[in-house]
Structures are given as C-alpha cells and as structure tokens.
C-alpha cells in the first residue's frame, strides 16, 4: 500500500499551493523510446504570475547547451511560458530521466519523461 504525504507541514502547502504559484498546465507523455541518430523532443507549459522560467535537467542535472541539445520558449500572455526541449542526433548516453521545472517566486512545479533507445534490427 502506497502512502503519499502532500505536505509536510502548513508552510510547505501555503508555498506549493499558492494561488500565483508556477504550475505546470501541459507536458509531454511520460515514457518515450527513440532510435539512436533520431531527435527526441519533450515540451512543458507552466503557468503562474509572475511568468514562470522553466529549467530542464537529465538524471537531475541542470541541462545547458550545447551542439547537439536545444531549448526553445515562447511566451503566451503575461503569465504562460511554452518551452521545447530537442537532442538531435540521439545517442545511447541519451537515455535517462528528463526533468521540465517551472519555478516563480511562489511555487515550484516539476515533471518528469523516461527515455530510453530500441535497436532496430532488419
């Protein structure tokens, strides 16, 4: 049996559950598997006032650009951020757990996407 513990005390749930707190409206699925040299891409939309910044991590790493891996935000109104995340080409170092966190001053929201490689014999 499995027990979940909302929060672990009343300031705790005052800040995750703030009204302007960062909330994540939208994500990708949460399991994908790719084939190696193939693009994988992941996107979240967050939500909160102010406008919530969103940050990407691999096996809880913040994530930073590079050649290979790319971060595209659009804002939408004054309190909604749509952001994308692609690597391409994938490798099988690529495989892992992604994390999208949408954070304001408020609150924190986070989701997380399995991924992993398939070989694709003929």
Known sequence: MTIIIRHR??????????????????ASHFELDYMLGRKIT???MAQGLP?????WFKDGIELYAHKFFQ?????MGNDTLKSKMEID???QKDAGYYECQANNKYAID??????DYVMVTY
């Open 9 to 26: 005390n009343p300031a705790s749930a005052h800040y995750y559950e703030h009204k302007d707190g960062a909330r994540i409206i939208k």
């Open 110 to 115: 986070t989701r997380g996407f399995r991924t």
């Open 42 to 44: 992941f996107f979240c």
């Open 89 to 91: 080409p994938t490798t």
């Open 71 to 75: 971060v595209h935000e659009w804002p």
């Open 51 to 55: 406008r919530p910044e969103i940050t």
